[in-house]
């Protein structure tokens, strides 16, 4: 026969640990008690079997446990790490992620994100393909909202891990224009529809600044459509000498493209990506890339939800700084005439 015995009650807990049901409710959730009533009201909770019916928990407390993770496109790999260190992070805080993917649609973020808030999570974690958007004030009115990558419209969003993109643009252009590349051409993911975003910003008033020919291409997030993108651009009689892509999958797509024209890298084409992803130091040549230290961001983001969930902290900005990972991708010596 299945062993159906009766599930503990947090009034059980309550009686075996001499405190009330309330302050038991408070430590299990690890709020308004010391960390020695926490240990002591989970290790009775243990003991008893004692388990917190989730729908119950949600209407007690008004939370789901539940976090959003807004991807701008999960086939972008290092938003794949990203989202992977995110829910893990979550976890390890007794919540859950729930990933969605705008698949490079800005209007499509837009609509998850409503969709999200719809669905009651605790709080919203977004890298924005639309950092413009009057959205997301609006949603910062309801929940936590931490940006990853830009800063989003309205300045409301309860936190932000913003990257320092003035400085890994001028890491890689100013890395390029030292190895004698004049034409450099910019692969981007950002559409049309949004143009003003820092990194892309940046490029144009760097280039200006070290006096390159730069042409930036909008090449999707995705390695097969980065690949035809690249092979377009590298099959014109006047190429450009190095490409540098804000993106290493779409970087990945380049490697592609040049073996399929015959191209070397660096030999004909020098290539810098601007996530370092932990396959581009296994590429042949490995890629030269701007690196962002991911599992520091991850960190980051997922404290900052969590202590705003938790009523912990004020609206918070931490700015990641690149560093730029040197390889054999750009090569050692001068570009080619």
């Known amino acids: 026969m299945p062993d159906r015995r009766k599930r503990a ?25 010391s960390e020695e ?10 003991e008893l079997g004692y388990e917190a019916h989730p729908i119950a928990r949600a209407l007690a407390s008004g939370r789901t446990g539940m976090v959003g993770l807004l ?43 409503r969709r999200l808030r719809d669905q009651r999570v605790d709080g919203l974690i977004v890298q924005p393909l639309d950092p413009s958007a009057s959205l997301w004030a609006e949603l910062a009115e309801s929940l936590p909202v931490v940006s990853i990558g830009d800063a989003l419209a309205g300045g409301n969003s309860q936190g932000e891990v913003v990257f320092d993109n003035r400085r ?24 049309s529809s949004t143009p003003d975003r820092p990194a ?19 090449a999707p997030q995705s390695l097969a459509e980065a690949t035809e993108t ?35 890298v660096p030999g004909d084409v020098a290539v810098c990506g601007y996530d370092n992803h932990p396959m581009s130091a296994l590429l042949t040549p490995p890629l030269t890339t701007v690196d962002w230290d991911i599992d520091g961001i991850v960190d980051t983001a997922v404290r900052l939800v969590v202590d705003v969930i938790e009523e912990r902290s004020p609206v918070r900005r931490v700015v ?13 010596g001068s570009a080619p005439t």
Do not use: K
């Open 9 to 33: 009650t947090i009034r059980e807990v309550a009686q075996a640990t001499g405190l009330s049901p309330a302050a038991v409710s408070y430590a299990l959730r690890g709020i308004q008690t």
């Open 37 to 46: 009533t926490q240990e002591r009201v989970r290790a009775a909770a243990e």
């Open 71 to 113: 991807c701008g496109s999960l086939e972008d790999y290092w938003q794949q790490s990203l989202a992977v260190g995110i829910g893990r992070a979550l976890l390890a805080r007794d919540r859950y992620a729930l990933i969605v993917d705008a698949v490079g649609d800005p209007e499509r973020e837009l609509a998850l994100a």
């Open 168 to 191: 890994g643009v001028t890491l890689a252009l100013e890395h390029l224009r030292a190895l004698g590349h004049r034409r450099i051409a910019v692969l981007t993911p950002t559409l």
């Open 200 to 218: 892309d910003v940046h490029v144009n008033a760097e280039a200006e600044r070290l006096a390159l020919q730069v042409d930036v291409v909008v």
């Open 230 to 264: 690249a092979r377009r651009m590298l099959a014109e009689p006047h190429r450009p000498s190095a490409v540098f892509c804000f993106s290493d999958v779409i970087a990945y797509g380049v490697y592609a493209a040049t073996r399929a024209l015959g191209l070397s």
């Open 320 to 332: 990641c700084e690149p560093a730029l990972r040197v390889r054999e991708s750009t090569g050692l």
